[in-house]
């Protein structure tokens, strides 16, 4: 199991201190959590993409490349690359560049995004969101996978004889994951190339993820990469605590009361009853984030957010460190426990490499 933490990169005011952080603090807290992930022992940092006020993560791969050259060990991601508005040779190319820089640490999440103004201004309709992720996700996979590409399509000029640069590392593609919150014909792409499916697993109860993580299961045993149980899956989470659980609530309670994305609406009590987000003790954190396995199946990834809503960096760093110490160890063993030995790990570079070399020696592949 990949353990880690993801950012949805918003700027928001502290409404314990009524302090509004700068895009410099944030953008360097974004780095200083990184290195946290690494020192405490967990395996990814994932990033989301946005381009519009109150997000500062306009350009992922910038922020991985940097935290890429203070890090040894950890998988450097996003939560959400737009396969919507960005260019898919600005994506080959972008993620291909950051492999090299960081021996191979770099997979990806690709999403359309859920932000309608984005889209005209990289020239694109948000009613033809869904199109263009299949068009422009088949072009990714040929910049990646082909030397030469020779394409045509509906919302792009043509490619004649163009090779994408650099190519990817040790001649293998970054793992894709594909990211959704209520969109079935994402888990079908997914399913279809053999990819990871991200469900980010915050904002809705149980049932509305399993529809979508079953769909991708289904299909992905219908295309014939494995069995259901076998398909790829991430989820996130979230959770706040602290040793003694009315400390956590406590603490937590006027961030979440005046956090853009929740704030104003449920109380903190029904919505951790009726969402993957736990406040409180490490105990129900841990607990909470092993029954994930009881509705998901086994599952290869787990990211959590945590530095949202206005949360000053010094306490998303104590945060880290109580994970760490006691929710960490446990959750790995149970995890490990748990998988059944033909379910795959979580997929890294070497892996992906060791795979593909081992199907090029085997005469019954040839």
């Known amino acids: ?97 950051l492999q090299h820089l960081a021996d191979g640490r770099v997979d990806l999440v690709l999403g359309r995004g859920n932000t309608a103004p984005v889209y005209p201004w990289f020239g694109k309709d948000p009613q033809d969101s869904v199109e263009l992720t299949v068009e422009n996700y088949n072009l990714l996979r040929q910049l990646w996978d082909k030397e030469t590409v020779n394409w045509e399509g509906k919302f792009r000029t043509p490619l004649h004889n163009f090779t994408a640069t650099p190519r990817p590392l040790d001649g293998v593609a970054p793992f894709v994951w594909h990211g959704s919150i209520r969109t079935p014909q994402v888990a079908e792409i997914a399913a279809y190339f053999g990819d990871g499916f991200f469900a980010n697993n915050i904002f809705w109860p149980k049932e509305h993820y399993m529809q979508l993580i079953g769909l991708y299961r289904e ?26 659980s009315q400390d956590a609530v406590n603490e937590f309670r006027p961030y979440f009361d005046n956090a853009p994305v929740y704030g104003h609406g ?62 960490l160890p446990e959750l790995r063993k149970e995890f490990d426990a748990r998988r059944p030995a033909d379910v795959p790990e979580g997929p890294t570079h070497a892996a992906r490499v060791a795979a593909r070399d081992a199907a090029a020696s085997d005469p019954a592949v040839q």
């Open 1 to 97: 199991m990949q353990i880690g933490v993801f950012s949805v990169s918003d700027i928001t005011r502290d409404p314990v201190t009524g302090k509004l952080p700068t895009e410099a603090e944030r953008i360097k807290a974004a780095v200083a959590i990184a290195r946290k992930v690494e020192e405490i022992g967990m395996d990814v940092y994932a990033t989301g993409e946005h381009h519009n006020p109150p997000f500062y993560a306009s350009s992922p791969t910038t922020l991985l490349g940097y935290i890429a050259a203070q890090t040894e060990r950890i998988i450097l991601s996003t939560t959400t690359t737009l396969i919507t508005t960005n260019d898919p040779v600005k994506i080959a190319e972008d993620f291909a560049m």
């Open 219 to 244: 299909r992905y045993e219908h295309y014939g990469h494995g069995r259901a149980d076998q398909a790829v899956v991430g989820l996130g989470g979230q959770f706040f605590m602290r040793k003694n």
């Open 266 to 327: 449920p109380s903190m009590e029904d919505f951790t009853a009726q969402t993957p987000l736990t406040v409180g003790s490490p105990q129900e954190v841990l607990e909470k984030t092993l029954s994930f396995q009881e509705y998901f199946g086994d599952y290869q990834r787990q990211l959590f957010l945590i530095d949202h809503a206005g949360l000053p960096l010094k306490t998303v760093l104590e945060q880290l460190d109580l994970f760490g110490e006691y929710v």
